[in-house]
C-alpha cells in the first residue's frame, strides 16, 4: 500500500528549504518590479497575482520544478507585467486592449440597456449598488458606471450637476 499520508522527512524537508528560497526570491522580484505588480486594479492584474501563487505552489510541491526553473518563471511573469503596464500607461490603445474603458450604465436616472447588456449586468445590480453607496432614490444618482475592475461606481447627483467626474467614461453605443 502506497504512504498517503507521510512520505519521509526528504520532502517535507525539500518542501521547508525550496519554500523559503522560493518565497524569499518572489518577494524580492516583487520589491524590484515595484507596487503595481500586485495590484488588482483590473482583469489582467489579477490574472498575474493569480498566476504568481500557482507558479509558487508548483515550485514547492513539484518534484519535477527546481528553484531555478522557479525563478525564471515568477520573473518572467513579473517582466510581462512590468512591460504591458510601462506600455498601457504610454500607449491609449494597449491599456484598452489591456483593461478596457469604464462604461456608464444608468444616467440621470435612466438605464442605457445596451450598456447594461454589454457589461452583463443586471438592473438590479445596479439597484444594489445604488443602495450601497447609501442612496435611495434614482433621481439622486447622476451615473452608474461599470469601472474596468467590473467595480460599479455611482456618481451621486449635485443640485449644480458637473460631468467632469464621469471623464472618460463611454456611454452607449
Known amino acids: 500500500m502506497e504512504m498517503v499520508f507521510f512520505n519521509g522527512w526528504g520532502s517535507v524537508l525539500r518542501i521547508l528549504i525550496i519554500g523559503l528560497l522560493a518565497y ?27 498566476a504568481l501563487g500557482s507558479t509558487l505552489a508548483t515550485v514547492l510541491l513539484s518534484k519535477n520544478v527546481v528553484l531555478a526553473d522557479g525563478a525564471v518563471a515568477l520573473a518572467l511573469l513579473i517582466s510581462l507585467q512590468f512591460i504591458i503596464t510601462w506600455t498601457s500607461v504610454r500607449f491609449r490603445w494597449v491599456r484598452r ?3 478596457g474603458e469604464p462604461l456608464m450604465l444608468l444616467y440621470q436616472g435612466e438605464f442605457l440597456l445596451t450598456s447594461l447588456r454589454k457589461a452583463r449586468v443586471t438592473q438590479d445590480e445596479v439597484l444594489s449598488a445604488i443602495r450601497s453607496s447609501g442612496l435611495s432614490d434614482v433621481a439622486d444618482v447622476e ?17 449644480e450637476s458637473s460631468h467632469s467626474s464621469l471623464e472618460g467614461v463611454r456611454g452607449p453605443r
Open 143 to 159: 451615473a452608474v458606471v461599470i469601472e474596468t475592475d467590473g467595480s460599479l461606481s455611482v456618481v451621486k447627483r449635485h443640485a
Open 24 to 50: 524569499a526570491t518572489l518577494i524580492l522580484f516583487l520589491r524590484l518590479s515595484g507596487n503595481r505588480t500586485l495590484s488588482k486594479m483590473n482583469a489582467f492584474d489579477l490574472i498575474v497575482t493569480v
Open 97 to 99: 486592449l489591456v483593461t
